[in-house]
């Protein structure tokens, strides 16, 4: 079933408790650190967090304020919380387990490139790849992605074969489609996008709508993306 959830800031959540994966997923969580905590990641795993509050540091020394990403493979203290921090924690299952490896990167505006938008959506949208999958160790992640939608711009309803793909809301406000379903989203919202299941993203405000897209796909198989023709914006939330 799609998954949508916007997130109570005090409480950890485990966002696939009802969703049934395809892809090599084996957490997706969204959890609040306490000075000092630690994130581990486990053998044959592969994980990318993503800072929504707080800051602290990678195994290396380097730290990271919020908004921004990390990627490692098996470590112990991947990243240790400074402060109170708020992340999603999204790890995918790892065949080989070689050298310990992290890389993070930050969620910055000014990096981004701006073009009509995409999948059939009306507007304007700016992106960039943190992450290809040349860039992870494994052949499970796809990509991680940085997006601003402009005001009264779509990301078009599409679908995926072999992927699947979660959203974070950053910052902004707009409506999400997925299925036949369409509601709202805001900071701190975090959708799932089965396989096969169209999906689209529709800022109606003045404001842009700041988000990031994480894909795992099915390893060995051929991505592929379908576009429905539409650009949502005729689309309302539903009660």
């Known amino acids: 079933m799609p998954l949508s959830a916007t997130t109570d800031l005090s409480q950890d959540i485990d966002l696939l ?4 994966q395809q892809t090599p997923w084996t957490g997706l969580h969204l959890l ?12 044959q795993e592969e994980v990318t967090l993503i800072l929504l509050e707080g800051g602290g540091c990678t195994a290396a020394g380097d730290c990271l304020t919020a ?13 240790t919380a400074s402060g109170p921090t708020r992340l999603l924690n ?3 299952g790892l065949e080989q387990v070689g050298e310990s490896t992290s890389k993070h ?10 073009r009509p938008s995409i999948h059939g959506g009306s507007g304007q949208i700016a992106t960039r790849h943190l992450w290809r999958p040349e860039d992870f160790h494994g052949d499970s992640w796809v990509f991680v ?3 601003i939608l402009g005001s009264d711009s779509s990301l078009g309803h599409h679908y995926h074969g072999a992927l699947e793909e979660v959203f974070i809301i950053l910052a902004g406000t707009g409506w999400m489609t997925i299925g036949e379903r369409t ?8 959708t799932f996008h089965p396989i096969g299941v169209g999906h689209g ?17 099915i390893p060995g198989e051929t991505f592929t993306t379908i576009d429905l023709d539409s650009d949502l914006k005729s689309r309302r939330p539903q009660d």
């Open 17 to 20: 408790q009802e969703i049934d």
């Open 32 to 43: 609040n650190l306490a000075d000092g905590q630690s994130v581990d990641v486990g053998e």
């Open 67 to 79: 908004p921004a990403a990390l990627t490692s493979t098996p470590a112990r203290a991947a990243f």
């Open 90 to 92: 999204a790890r995918v």
């Open 105 to 114: 990167d930050t969620f910055d505006a000014k990096k981004l490139t701006w």
């Open 145 to 147: 992605d940085h997006a």
């Open 183 to 190: 509601f709202d989203v805001g900071p701190g919202s975090v």
């Open 201 to 217: 993203l529709y800022n109606s405000t003045h404001e842009g709508l700041d988000f990031v897209r994480l894909a795992v796909g």
